[in-house]
């Protein structure tokens, strides 16, 4: 999630440039709006980051589209004015669009304080699905998730995420529950919550 965050004010920074133009930024303000300190750990910390990001290669899938990218097609730094000219992959950015993209509120999900990792996820998984009423399973939300703790631990943290989601107003209403299966006692267990 914090490479997600890096990623994502890229693309926030992007806003009122050209697409597939640089976007120059300024180490100690970026980590700032990315709630990082400022100082030599974090600035090397910021550099792997972007290595990595310049490394990736991604599937992104809308109702129409499906696209195979990098992420970062170049970065340049400039070691005297502690700079960044940072390129994004246009047709990344395109998936960005107001028209086309998974909506991700930067502004609220900088709000997160609780659980923020699995919370932050949630937030990506959210705005990834269309439906605004959104029922899953607890299995498959620990797995997809990548939450290696016992599956009881699992629904605490999850809840707790959850209600993190709704005091910054990103979803409404999560309710756990069973759903049964004909011919059979098993029981799934299931949350579901309301997109907002």
């Known amino acids: 999630q914090a490479d997600c965050d890096v990623f994502m004010q890229l693309v926030y920074e992007q806003r009122g440039h050209a697409v597939g133009s640089h976007v120059t930024v300024h ?9 990082r300190a400022d100082g030599g750990k974090n600035y090397e910390w910021l550099q792997a980051v972007l290595d990595r990001l310049q490394s990736a290669r991604v599937r992104v899938e809308n109702s129409r589209y499906k696209l ?38 930067w ?3 900088l709000m997160l304080t ?4 699995l919370a932050k996820w949630l ?27 016992p599956p009881r631990k699992f629904k605490e943290a999850i809840a707790e995420a959850l209600a993190e989601l709704v005091r910054v107003e990103v979803i409404a209403a999560p309710d756990f529950y069973e759903r049964k299966h ?3 006692k098993k029981a799934e267990h299931m949350v579901k919550w309301i997109r907002l």
């Not at 609780?114 to 990792?117: F, K, L, M, P, S």
Request: no cysteine; charged share 25%.
């Open 123 to 149: 937030h990506n998984f959210t705005a990834s699905h269309g439906d605004h009423l959104q029922h899953h399973s607890l299995t498959n939300l620990r797995a997809w998730s990548g939450y290696n703790s």
């Open 182 to 184: 004909p011919g059979t």
């Open 68 to 105: 195979t990218a990098q992420l970062i097609g170049k970065v340049i730094e400039d070691k005297r004015d502690a700079t960044f000219q940072v390129v994004l992959d246009p047709d990344i950015i395109e998936m960005f669009a107001p028209s086309t993209r998974s909506l991700i509120d």
């Open 114 to 117: 609780r659980r923020v990792d």
């Open 107 to 109: 502004q609220k999900r």
């Open 27 to 35: 180490r100690r303000g970026f980590l700032q709006a990315i709630g």
